[in-house]
C-alpha cells in the first residue's frame, strides 16, 4: 500500500557538464551534500533561502585528471571538526578534501584501476572498491592493508556500525564480508553483478545487482528478503534515518521509494541511468543521472518546487524517449495496444506503466496515486513495429553497432555491440573483462566508441561507406590511429609501557613437546603497566641437549641413506649443540658445522623434527643468525622453514618452524630478514590459527609479539596493520591463556605510543573482541593486560 505522503520535486541543479556518478550527504553544513561528476570536479551544494528552494554550489573540488565516480564523507575528528570529503576516480586516486579549500589535503594511491567505491567509518577509516578486484583499507594518507578474494570488479564497499565489519560487493556476483582484513563469509544469490550496498543495522545489510533485484541480508549470511520492482540495473542504494526504509535507482530511469518492504513509489526521471543517491537529514532525496543534472525529491509541502516548476518537470518528462530495448517496457507491438480511451481507467499502484497507441506513435503513461491520474513519461522508439532496418542483430539481440575489435593482428576478431542508449565507459570495461582483456584499454575502447557514434541518434541510419556488420572500421587496441585520442598503448606487458627484562621469566617444557608459559615474576596490583611496550624479543630458549641428541641418533638410522649422517658428522652437529645451548661458551659455530646442519634440515619431515630443534637453538647464536639469515642465504632459509609451515603439514615441524621463526629476532641479520619477509611470514603464520594445538598457538603469539616489538617506534603502518589483522585473527579461535596473553601484549604494544595504529585498531573493533579478558582471573595477567590494552586504545 502506498504511503499517504507523496515525494515530489524540490528542484533541480544544473551544475554538472556530465553525469553525475556519486552523491552523499555533508555533515557541514547543515542540509547539504557532494556531488560528483564524469566532468571530473566535485562540488558541495548548500541550501538557500531563495524561493525556488534551491542549492547553492559552495565549492568546486579540483584535483581528478579523469573521471570522478565516487564520493564519501569521513567523520569529523579534532584535526577537521568539519569532516572531509573523499573522492574516487578513473585515474586510479582517492582525493580527500576539507570543506574549505578546492584542492585536495592530499591524496591516495595503490589501486591499479578505477576506484568506483568508497565508505568511511569511525576512527577515520576508509574503505575502497576498484576495478583492480581488490578494496583497501586507508587510515590518514596510508593504506593500512587491502582485501583480495574477488574475481572481479568491486563496485561496492561499505563499512558496517560493527567496528571491523566491511562488506564489498563485486562483479563476480558475490558479497563479502571482512574483518580485520580477512574474509569471514562470502554471499551468494545474486545473479548478476553486485553494483550497490547500504547498512540497514549492525547485523542486516542491502544489495542491488544488475539482476534488478534488491535482497536483504543478515551478516550472519541468510537472505532475509528479496525486492522486485526495477526492470533493469539497480545502480545505488540508500537508507532512510528510521532506519527501516529505503530508496534505489537504476538504469530503468527510476527513483524508487521502499516503505515497509514494498515500492510505495516510483519517480521517473528524463534520463536513462539514473546513477546515484543519498538521504538528506531531513529525509528528502537528492539523485544523481546520466544528464549531469541533480534533482532533489521531498515530501514536505514546504520545501516542494513551485505548481509551475512542478508542471515543467513533468513535461520535461513527457518529452523524454524511451527505449524499449532498456528492458523496462517489455516487447511492444503496437497493433496490440489500448489508445487513449484506456486512460480514462485508474491504476492499480503507484508507478504503474501503462503503453497507449496514439496513432502511428507509442507514448509511455504512469499512473500517480498522489495526482490520482496518469502522467505522460515519454514517447517510446524502436518499437517492435518501427525498428530501423539498419540495426544489427547479434547473439539474438539487435544493436544500433556491432563493432569489431581485432586484438592481435592475424588473431580472431572479437565483437562489441552497443546501443546508444549504453554507457560507453561501461560497455567498454565489460567487453575487456568478458574477453580477458588488460584494462589498460579501457580509455582507448570507450574512445573509439564515442568517436565512432558521435552525431547518431535513436533509430538513425548509419552512414554510408560503413561496415555493413559493424557499423564502423575495425580497430585494434594498442595500434596507432589518425584520429586524434587514438595512439599506441603505453603500456606493456600482461593483458591489456616500559618492561623491565628482570620481570619477565620464561619456562619451556622439555623437548619434545614443547609448549611455554610467559609470566611476570611479581606482579602487584598497580597501575603501573609492566606489560607493554615489549621492545625486545621473546626467545624459546631451553631444551634438554642430550633428548634432542637422542632422538637425532634413533632417527638416522631411518633416514635416506643418501642423507644419513656419518658417526664424524653426528659429532660435529653434537658439538654445534653443545655450543648454542650455552650462549656463553667461547666456542664458536664452525661452517661445517652449520653447513651439515642446514643440510639434515631437508630429512624427511617425519624425521626432520629433532634437527628442526637443534636449529631453533642455532638461529640464536650471533654466527649461525648471521650465516643463515644473511644476505647470501636468508631468503633461501625463510621459504625453507615457511614450507614447513603448510597447513596440512605435520604440527610438530609447523611449532617448530614458528619458534625458529621467533628466535630469528635474537640477531640484526635475523631481525632484518624477517621485517623484508614480513607479508609473507605473516600470511603463512596466521593460517595455522587453525590447527587445534596449543603449543603451535603460543608460538604463533609469540611470532606476532616479537613483529610488534620490531615494529614499535618505526612508522610502518603497513606493518602495524598486519600485527592487528593476525593478532585479531587468532584471538578468534585460541583458548591457551598463554598465548592469548602474548596476543593481548603485540596489540597494546602495536598501539603505544602511535595515535594513528590506535584508530586503526579502533576501527577493526579491537576493544570489543577482547573485552571479556578482563573478566580472566587465572593467571591474573591476562586480565591486567587486557585492561591496560583497553585503556591504550582510548
Known sequence: MASPSMYKLRCSIPGHEMDVRGLAAAVFPAGAFVSVSRDRTGRVWVPDSSPN????????????????????????????????????????????????????????????????????????????????????????????????GHTAAVWAAVILPEQGLMLTGSADKSIKLWKAGRCEKTFLGHEDCVRALAVLSDVEFFSGSNDASIRRWMVTGECVQVYYGHTNYIYSLAVFPNGQDFVSTGEDRTLRIWRRGECAQTIRLPTQSVWCCCVLPNGDIVVGASDGIIRVFTESDERMASAEDLQAFEEELSRATIDPKTGDLGDIKIEDLPGKEHLNEPGSRDGQTRLIKDGSKVEAYQWSVNDGRWMKIGDVVGGSSQQSSSRVMYEGKEYDFVFTIDVNEGGPSLKLPYNMTDDPWLVAHNFLQRNDLSPMFLDQVANFIIENTKGHTLGAAQPSGSDPFTGSGRYIPGTSNSRAGFGSDPFTGKTFLFIKSSTWHWSISPFPTGGGAYSSASLQQSVTNIYFPKKDAVMFEQANATQILAKLKELNVSAPQDQQLPEDKLCELEALLLTICDLRSNQKPTAEQIDILWKTTRWPEEIVFPVLDILRLAVRHPVVNERLCGETEGVQFCNHILSLMEPQGRPANQMLALRILCNCFAGPQGRQLLMAQREAVMSRAVELRAVCNKNIHVALATLVLNYAASLHNLPDLEGKAQCLSVASAALEVVQDKEAVFRLLVALGTTVSDDTTARDLAQSLGVESQITKYCSVSDPAKVSECCRLVINALH
Open 53 to 148: 528552494r534551491g542549492f547553492t554550489e559552495m565549492h568546486c573540488l579540483n584535483g581528478h585528471t579523469n573521471f570522478v565516480s565516487c564520493v564519501c564523507i569521513i567523520a569529523p575528528n579534532d584535526t577537521y571538526p568539519r569532516g572531509l570529503i573523499a573522492t574516487g576516480g578513473n585515474d586510479h586516486m582517492i582525493c580527500v578534501f576539507s570543506l574549505d579549500r578546492p584542492d585536495p589535503l592530499f591524496t591516495l594511491k595503490g589501486h591499479k584501476n578505477t576506484v568506483c567505491a568508497l565508505s568511511a567509518g569511525r576512527f577515520g577509516t576508509l574503505l575502497s572498491g576498484s576495478w583492480d578486484t581488490t578494496a583497501k583499507v586507508w587510515l590518514n594518507d596510508k593504506c593500512m592493508m587491502t582485501l583480495q
